[in-house]
């Protein structure tokens, strides 16, 4: 039974594509479940982020702005980045460095990281928060330029596109589209606030740290720092692999929510 059981995981994480796809929560689904899909006014913008984040990162003295997900987020940056952009090989694969390490250039980085969910030290100045939230809680200390978050990774809430931005310095033509017209997406921003009002930024780790540890325990492979993630240098998990030999193997698929 033992062996079956253990058979059944690693088909279950082998037969998931390589992108990270994690699940919505029981309790958070009852939670955002009553948020209304239909806004007739306008409504300010105003958000809780910045607080929530706090125990991680401090982000009082930046600019927010919401967005639809941080992929969409990091469209609007790089598409009008003027300088070189460098990255971490494997890190996320929306984002590719041009330029050389001798012009002008910014890093882009995950953290944690997109390679493996491990915890790294910060030297980006273009920083990717997907999965935060989804880890015990760690300081990050850093001088970033921009700051990209959303829920979708740690919460699962992926299909609903929310998500921020923050920006050392006001950006006009987000000033604009955010507070003037006031064109952003209601009902992602509500189910965001909701989440946020209810969940610590560690709730998602507490909630599954034990089954994370015993199912890398059974499977021989190694948890992350993101509750969701594991590696593994195993032959088996060679389509995961993203820096070298070390595959990022997904463990959504296993857990009993």
Same mark, same amino acid.
């Given at each position: 039974?033992?062996?079956?059981?253990?058979?059944?995981m690693?088909?279950?994480i082998?037969?998931?594509s390589?992108?990270?796809?994690?699940?919505?929560?029981p309790?958070v689904?009852?939670?955002?479940k009553?948020?209304?899909t239909?806004?007739d006014?306008?409504?300010?913008?105003?958000?809780?982020i910045?607080e929530?984040? *706090?125990p991680?990162?401090d982000?009082?003295d930046?600019c927010?702005?919401? +967005?639809?997900?941080?992929t !969409?987020g $990091? /469209?609007?940056?790089y598409n009008?980045?003027?300088?070189g952009?460098?990255?971490d090989?494997?890190?996320?694969?929306w984002?590719s460095p041009r330029?050389?390490?001798?012009?002008e250039?910014? *890093?882009?980085?995950s953290i944690?990281s997109?390679?493996d969910g491990?915890? +790294?030290?910060?030297?980006? !100045?273009i $920083? /990717?928060l997907a999965?935060v939230?989804?880890?015990?809680?760690q300081?990050?200390?850093?001088?970033?330029?921009?700051v990209f978050?959303?829920l979708s990774?740690?919460f699962?809430?992926?299909n609903i596109?929310?998500?921020?931005?923050?920006?050392?310095m006001?950006?006009?033509r987000?000033?604009?589209?955010?507070?003037?017209?006031?064109y952003y997406?209601?009902?992602?921003?509500?189910?965001?606030?909701?989440?946020?009002s209810?969940y610590d930024?560690?709730y998602?780790h507490?909630?599954?740290?034990?089954?994370?540890?015993?199912?890398c325990?059974?499977?021989?492979?190694?948890?992350?720092?993101?509750v969701?993630?594991?590696t593994?240098?195993?032959?088996d998990?060679?389509?995961?692999?993203?820096?070298?030999?070390?595959a990022r193997v997904c463990?959504?698929?296993?857990y009993?929510?």
């Amino acid at each position: 039974m033992k062996a079956n059981t253990e058979i059944i995981m690693k088909e279950a994480i082998l037969n998931l594509s390589t992108a990270i796809r994690t699940p919505i929560l029981p309790e958070v689904k009852d939670t955002i479940k009553h948020i209304p899909t239909d806004y007739d006014g306008v409504v300010n913008y105003s958000t809780n982020i910045c607080e929530w984040l *706090k125990p991680v990162i401090d982000l009082s003295d930046y600019c927010v702005y919401p +967005r639809n997900g941080i992929t !969409e987020g $990091l /469209d609007w940056w790089y598409n009008r980045e003027s300088r070189g952009v460098h990255m971490d090989t494997g890190d996320y694969q929306w984002v590719s460095p041009r330029g050389n390490m001798y012009d002008e250039s910014v *890093k882009y980085q995950s953290i944690p990281s997109s390679i493996d969910g491990n915890w +790294r030290a910060t030297t980006g !100045e273009i $920083l /990717d928060l997907a999965y935060v939230g989804s880890t015990s809680i760690q300081k990050i200390d850093h001088d970033a330029d921009i700051v990209f978050y959303s829920l979708s990774k740690s919460f699962g809430v992926r299909n609903i596109r929310t998500g921020w931005i923050f920006t050392r310095m006001p950006d006009a033509r987000l000033e604009a589209l955010t507070h003037s017209a006031k064109y952003y997406n209601y009902y992602a921003h509500s189910v965001a606030e909701n989440i946020i009002s209810n969940y610590d930024i560690d709730y998602v780790h507490r909630r599954l740290h034990s089954q994370q540890v015993d199912v890398c325990k059974k499977l021989d492979i190694i948890a992350s720092d993101s509750v969701w993630l594991a590696t593994s240098t195993h032959d088996d998990y060679s389509k995961f692999r993203r820096n070298g030999n070390v595959a990022r193997v997904c463990l959504a698929g296993v857990y009993e929510l």
